[in-house]
């Protein structure tokens, strides 16, 4: 896929600038593409293609940082967000830390957004941004004030913040989407064990923790608002790996029956 003549579009592979041996704190573009190849991404695209994001992309189609790696705009270089609450959306990059950064492309008109930081450890669901144009700035000036890294150390904070808080937001969240007529249907539908977090409002800490009842909790989403749910008991989904061995453990501690 090609931008211009003499640019090739690097899908595959993405180099970053050394110098004396570490990698610069700067944030380097990748070309724009072409009309052709704009077009050649609105099958593959997840989501809306939107005007704005159509022009972003014939400016550039992602960039590298230091810190994060490769940030693509092209949906062909990072896999598939697995957490279906968040699709659709494009896969901005996933760095070495194991941050998926992500932006939400449903809307009809504006570039993608919300840009989440799904974070795996704790479980974290972190809010960035409003859109990517907002992710965008936030990086330049993180960049050029030399402050990404700690940038990014917050972030880990905040998710650690909500993860600790997890059930104070849970009912925190439930009594506000009670006193709201529109979603009180939605919440009335949620499984009766299901801890509900919305992050409508602007916060210090603006997160969820989608991890909060481990593999086997049901996630639920209202319409495409930023109000979430997580069901299933945490202590289950933590432990249901361990059963046999707690099975087989408490087998063995059981005293034998004694003889007829």
């Known amino acids: 896929m090609l931008s211009t003549v003499d640019k090739k579009v690097p899908l595959f592979a993405a180099p970053g600038s050394r110098a004396a ?9 990748y070309p724009g593409l072409n009309a052709e190849s704009i077009q050649g991404l609105e099958g593959l695209f997840p989501g809306m293609l939107t005007a704005e994001m159509r022009s972003l992309l014939g400016t550039q189609c ?3 940082s230091a810190e994060l ?5 092209t949906s062909r270089w990072h896999p598939e967000e697995p957490l279906s609450v968040f699709r659709p959306c494009l896969t901005l990059g996933i760095d070495d830390a194991g941050r998926r950064w992500i932006a939400e492309t449903s809307r009809h008109q504006g570039l993608p957004g919300p840009v989440w930081c799904v974070l795996s450890e704790p479980g974290v669901a972190v809010y960035v941004s409003d859109d990517l144009s907002g992710f965008f700035a936030m990086l330049k000036e993180g960049a050029r004030l030399g402050c990404i890294s700690k940038w990014l150390r917050s972030l880990a904070q905040e998710a650690r913040i909500v993860w600790a808080n997890r059930y104070g937001l849970a009912r925190q969240s439930r009594d506000q989407c009670r006193n709201d007529r529109d979603l009180r249907a939605w919440l009335a539908g949620l499984p009766f064990d299901a801890s509900v977090y919305d ?8 997160g969820w923790p989608y991890d909060l009842a481990g593999p086997e909790g049901r996630l639920y ?3 495409k608002l930023p109000v979430f749910a997580v069901a299933g008991c945490e202590t289950a989904g933590r432990w249901r790996q361990h059963l046999p061995q707690i099975a087989a453990i408490e087998q063995l501690a059981r005293p034998a029956a004694a003889p007829p």
């Not at 992050?199 to 603006?206: D, E, I, S, V």
């Open 21 to 29: 041996g570490k990698m610069l704190r700067v944030m380097t573009p």
């Open 62 to 64: 992602g960039f590298h």
């Open 69 to 73: 790696g490769t940030i693509d705009f």
């Open 199 to 206: 992050l409508r409002a602007p916060a210090p800490t603006r």
């Open 221 to 223: 989403r209202c319409g």
